[in-house]
């Protein structure tokens, strides 16, 4: 069985510019999740979909950051425009449903000069 | 509040010798407790879970854990540590809407 997978795998790009990261969740899982995960400490959750729905985005940065899972399968997290403080790892996970365990993907490590 | 503690964060142990990483939570009831590892560069992999019922639980790799409700905690076990183990352990739980990671034990091992 596949993993969780993420694109890119690496990515650096200068301030002020957009950036965005792509998520394929495990086959049949219907909840998916973007955490970022600054270095030295534990992921911290930014949204949650449950199929095509964003039931918790309470954690996301509105005004810079927006999300996506269109046909409840594939996700798009998006940053416009990156400032400094971005520099992170962007992780995907997905579960059967909210309760279970998660299946992370390798994240985006990314940089922002 | 809701949160995980992970009270060390490094730990350096000898190749072959035992090992016991701390996670204490806080929540008003129990939770789903999980430890996940997380080597250079990749995402995190699930060690072990512990739902409900026996409270010592078994994980990949040889690894247990033991949840002890007195003690709000879910400390992480391995009788005998290989230098592949080397790496970052994240103990968790979730209470319902989201997993709330602890802020994680780097172990290293010495040959």
Same mark, same amino acid.
């Given at each position: 069985?596949?993993?969780?997978?993420?694109?890119?795998?690496?990515?650096?790009?200068?301030?002020?510019?957009?950036?965005?990261?792509?998520?394929?969740?495990?086959?049949?899982?219907?909840?998916?999740?973007?955490?970022?995960?600054?270095?030295?400490?534990?992921?911290?959750?930014?949204?949650?979909?449950?199929?095509?729905?964003?039931?918790?985005?309470?954690?996301?940065?509105?005004?810079?950051?927006?999300?996506?899972?269109?046909?409840?399968?594939?996700?798009?997290?998006?940053?416009?425009?990156?400032?400094?403080?971005?520099?992170?790892?962007?992780?995907?996970?997905?579960?059967?449903?909210?309760?279970?365990?998660?299946?992370?993907?390798?994240?985006?490590?990314?940089?922002?000069? | 509040?809701?949160?995980? =503690?992970?009270?060390?964060?490094?730990?350096?142990? #000898?190749? &072959?010798?035992? +090992?016991? !990483?701390?996670?204490? *939570?806080?929540? %008003?009831? =129990?939770?789903?407790?999980?430890?996940?590892?997380? #080597?250079? &560069?990749?995402? +995190?992999? !699930?060690?072990?879970? *512990?739902?409900? %019922?026996? =409270?010592?639980?078994?994980?990949?790799?040889?690894?247990?854990?033991?949840?002890?409700?007195?003690?709000?905690?879910?400390?992480?076990?391995?009788?005998?540590?290989?230098?592949?183990?080397?790496?970052?352990?994240?103990?968790?739980?979730?209470?319902?809407?989201?997993?709330?990671?602890?802020?994680?034990?780097?172990?290293?091992?010495?040959?």
């Amino acid at each position: 069985e596949a993993g969780v997978v993420q694109s890119p795998r690496y990515k650096i790009i200068e301030k002020k510019q957009p950036v965005a990261f792509w998520c394929n969740p495990i086959s049949g899982h219907n909840t998916l999740y973007w955490y970022r995960q600054n270095l030295g400490q534990g992921p911290e959750l930014l949204i949650r979909y449950e199929n095509e729905e964003a039931v918790d985005d309470s954690q996301l940065p509105k005004d810079r950051f927006s999300a996506e899972r269109l046909k409840g399968v594939d996700s798009t997290l998006k940053i416009q425009p990156a400032e400094l403080g971005d520099s992170a790892v962007y992780l995907c996970a997905s579960s059967f449903e909210r309760k279970y365990e998660q299946y992370f993907g390798p994240g985006t490590r990314l940089t922002v000069t | 509040a809701q949160s995980v =503690t992970q009270p060390d964060i490094h730990i350096t142990v #000898s190749e &072959g010798a035992s +090992l016991e !990483l701390r996670c204490n *939570y806080s929540y %008003g009831a =129990t939770p789903y407790l999980f430890w996940y590892v997380q #080597s250079p &560069g990749q995402g +995190l992999q !699930l060690l072990l879970k *512990y739902f409900s %019922g026996d =409270t010592l639980v078994q994980g990949i790799k040889g690894f247990e854990a033991e949840f002890k409700r007195s003690q709000s905690s879910f400390n992480l076990r391995k009788p005998s540590v290989h230098w592949s183990d080397a790496a970052e352990y994240f103990c968790a739980f979730n209470a319902g809407n989201m997993l709330t990671f602890g802020g994680g034990t780097r172990l290293m091992v010495k040959p």
